[in-house]
Each structure stands twice: as C-alpha cells, then as structure tokens.
C-alpha cells in the first residue's frame, strides 16, 4: 500500500477550510493587490476586477494591451494571472465573494492563458520530455497549466496532464514517455497525502526508471518541510524559481 504522509498539516488545513473565519467584516470584494515595481500594477488591477466581475471580454482586452505595452507573456503569466488568481482565492477564504464567482474567475483566466499560448516565445533550446501534472482530488489546474506554457516555451517537450487524475494514469503516462522529469502540482494542502501516495506509487512501480519528480504549488508555502519528508528535493512555491532551477 502506498505510505499516508503523516506531517504536521493539522493547523494549514484548518486554515484553508475555515473560509468563513472573516464572513463578519463589512464590505465587498477588495480587487487590491500589492504594488510592485514591474510596471503592471494596473493591469493587474484591471485585470483582477474583470474577472471578479465576470466580464471575459474585457479580461481579454487587457491581457492583448498588456501585450501590446511590451510585457513578455512570463510577467503576465507570473504578475498578472498567478497574483489576480490568489487574490481571488484569498477573497473566497474570507468569504467575500461566492463559490460561483472564484470558478468564472477562474475560467476567464483559463481563457487568457490560452489566448496567449499560441504567441509564447520559445527557445531553441531542447531540453527533454517533462510530465505535469496534479493529484487525484486536486481540482485545481490552472497553476500546472502555467507551470506547463513557461516549461515548454523555455525547451522542455511538455505532457500536460491536467489534474485530478488517479495514480495509474500518471504513472502509465511517465511509462509511456520515459519522461526525465515529473511535475506534481498542488494547491490545497489536503491534497498532500494524495501526492505522498503518488510519489511512493511511481517509486515502487518504475524503480530505477522514477523520472526525477519535483513538486510545486502554493500548497507547499504552508507545508515547507513536506517535500523532505515523502524524499523530494525540489518543492517550489513560485514559477520563477522552477525555472531558474530546471531551465538553467
């Protein structure tokens, strides 16, 4: 049988499944993000209100003017989707916003991602074959597809597997493949015992043929000691560092 991981996740559940801790503070949804010096701050505000406010077109238009200003599509994937989709998330955890607002937040973004993957600038460079993807019960995809878009356009032959899929289908995947390296993404920290389960299933079934597996998601800020725990190495919390770290 697989090994449950058995880490000190008690208290970062508890925290992301208690979204009504701040249902008693006045107020609507706050579009405001942090300033930051990469010359988005509007369009991330813009952005992050378009979609809160389930307006596709206008998402989109924003996205295509961004492009037009010179931002490379990393920056917006990082700066623009990634910063807007947490803050969304943050907003449906105080319960500032419903259930059905964060899922057509999250599909306008899916949206942009895809109006920008055709134009991504891609190195020469080939750097091997790559699985991504997420575990059984993680619903959430957006940030393995992103993940998935920055390694391709930067020389890895990417499979994107998308999420929520059972363990033989991932180890199959890898089998079929003889890809070098295995991405597992994960957003929610009560997926971890499934990416415990998943880690050991590929070590056991392919043996000295396990692709080297990384581990990314912002699943991994509240549990930063998992990844040493299920034998990993590499848990990253952010896009850039991954890159800077398998695309050196």
């Not at 300033?35 to 509007?42: A, I």
Request: glycine share 8%; charged share 20%; aromatic share 6%.
């Amino acid at each position: 049988m697989p090994t449950i991981y058995d880490g000190q996740l008690h208290e970062p559940i508890l925290t992301l499944l208690t979204p009504s801790r701040n249902a008693c503070t006045d107020g609507g949804p706050t579009p405001d993000v942090p300033p930051t010096n990469d010359g988005l701050d509007l369009t991330r505000k813009a952005f992050l209100e378009a979609i809160l406010g389930g307006q596709r077109m206008a998402a989109l238009n924003i996205v295509e003017e961004a492009l037009r200003a010179g931002h490379n599509q990393l920056d917006i994937y990082v700066n623009v989707f990634t910063e807007s989709l947490h803050r969304v998330g943050e907003l449906w955890e105080l319960n500032k916003i419903s259930i059905g607002q964060e899922h057509v937040a999250t599909s306008i973004t899916q949206y942009a991602i895809a109006s920008i993957y055709p134009r991504l600038v891609r190195t020469e460079m080939q750097r091997g074959l790559m699985v991504v993807t997420g575990v059984s019960g993680e619903l959430h995809q957006i940030g393995a597809n992103i993940v998935a878009d920055a390694m391709e356009a930067n020389g890895w032959k990417v499979d994107f597997l998308g999420s929520n899929l059972p363990y033989s289908a991932v180890v199959a995947a890898v089998e079929e493949s003889s890809a070098s390296v295995l991405c597992i993404s994960t957003t929610m920290t009560a997926n971890l015992p499934s990416v415990a389960d998943l880690v050991d299933v590929i070590r056991r079934k392919l043996g000295d043929r396990a692709p080297r597996i990384v581990l990314g998601g912002a699943a991994y800020r509240l549990a930063p000691s998992f990844a040493r725990e299920v034998g990993v190495t590499e848990a990253f919390t952010d896009l850039r560092s991954a890159l800077a770290v398998l695309c050196s």
